[in-house]
C-alpha cells in the first residue's frame, strides 16, 4: 500500500509539472502597406531575444515556443 502510495504521487507530480509549462506561438502575415502583397522571406524577430521566423510565400510566419507575455516584434 505505501509503495501504491508513492508510486502515486510521485506520478502526479511529473504530470503537474507539464501543465505549469506553458507556452505559445505568436504568427502572422506580413504585407506591404503600399501593394498590399505578400512580403517572401521577410525576417520576423522577437525584440531582445534570439527568436524569430522568416516568411513563407504568402507572407505567413509562425514563431513557436514563445512563454506567455507582451513582445514587440
Not at 29 to 36: C, F, G, R
Request: hydrophobic residues 45%; aromatic residues 6%.
Amino acid at each position: 500500500m505505501r509503495k501504491l502510495l508513492l508510486i502515486s504521487i510521485l506520478a502526479l507530480h511529473i504530470f503537474s509539472i507539464n501543465n505549469f509549462a506553458q507556452v505559445g506561438k505568436i504568427s502572422g502575415v506580413v504585407k506591404d502597406a503600399s501593394t498590399n502583397e505578400a512580403l517572401i522571406g521577410a525576417n520576423v524577430l522577437i525584440e531582445g531575444t534570439t527568436k524569430g521566423a522568416a516568411t513563407n510565400v504568402d507572407g505567413y510566419y509562425a514563431i513557436t515556443n514563445v512563454s506567455p507575455g507582451n513582445y514587440n516584434l
